[in-house]
T-cell receptor
Framework: SQQGEEDPQALSIQEGENATMNCSYK?????LQWYRQNSGRGLVHLIL?????REKHSGRLRVTLDTSKKSSSLLITASRAADTASYFC?????????????FGQGTRLTINP | DGGITQSPKYLFRKEGQNVTLSCEQN?????MYWYRQDPGQGLRLIYY???????QKGDIAEGYSVSREKKESFPLTVTSAQKNPTAFYLC?????????????FGPGTRLTVL
């Protein structure tokens, strides 16, 4: 089954810097989603980008999608300590694919004060 | 955590025992999901249900069973056939079961086999 793969696996930056995470996937999609998980908690939905969209913003988050390269990036600007978490991309199976989301392995982001 | 509750938060099981994890939602969502997460890993789908009285196997269904008798509830039983059940279990729901909708997650149950 297709799977989003995040890169890097771990990222450590100073507070105030920008953080960029990437996601690659294998087959066509309807949407790509990004989720955040604080340690030991459930996932929280951040943003959904449709296959016909190239960029989407939500507060300090910016997501881009390049369907020709089958890749997406999540940019967090002006990072804060509270942004420390794992970030996952999730892809669906496209119009004819399986009706479920497939999650990547995640990027562990640490914001140092 | 978006109207989804999971209980208990921590669960300890002796080898050979079956245990049932509870998941309840008050979002009036049609679809519900169970995922397993191992340390430092992503989520793997165990079972999902798009409608009451119907469910499908996910990628790692062996050793698990579910039921969906009510729209609000989707309990997961970890059976003694599951060889390595120690993990973090997450339940989620979505408005319908099209597969590409936003999913809302519960807080999780951490299962440890003693």
């Amino acid at each position: 089954s297709q799977q989003g793969e995040e890169d890097p696996q771990a990222l450590s930056i100073q507070e105030g810097e920008n953080a960029t995470m990437n996601c690659s996937y294998k087959t066509s999609i309807n949407n790509l989603q990004w989720y955040r998980q604080n340690s030991g908690r459930g996932l929280v939905h951040l943003i959904l980008i449709r296959s016909n969209e190239r960029e989407k913003h939500s507060g300090r988050l910016r997501v881009t999608l390049d369907t020709s390269k089958k890749s997406s990036s999540l940019l967090i600007t002006a990072s804060r300590a509270a942004d420390t978490a794992s970030y996952f991309c999730a892809t669906d199976g496209g119009l004819w694919g399986a009706q479920k989301l497939v999650f990547g392995q995640g990027t562990r982001l640490t914001i140092n004060p | 955590d978006g109207g989804i509750t999971q209980s208990p938060k921590y669960l300890f099981r002796k080898e050979g025992q079956n245990v049932t994890l509870s998941c309840e939602q008050n979002l009036n969502h049609d679809a519900m999901y169970w995922y397993r997460q191992d340390p430092g890993q992503g989520l793997r789908l165990i079972y999902y249900s798009q409608i009451v009285n119907d469910f499908q196997k996910g990628d790692i269904a062996e050793g698990y069973s579910v039921s969906r008798e009510k729209k609000e509830s989707f309990p997961l039983t970890v059976t003694s056939a599951q060889k390595n059940p120690t993990a973090f279990y997450l339940c989620a729901s979505s408005i319908d079961g099209r597969g590409f909708d936003t999913q809302y997650f519960g807080p999780g149950t951490r299962l440890t086999v003693l």
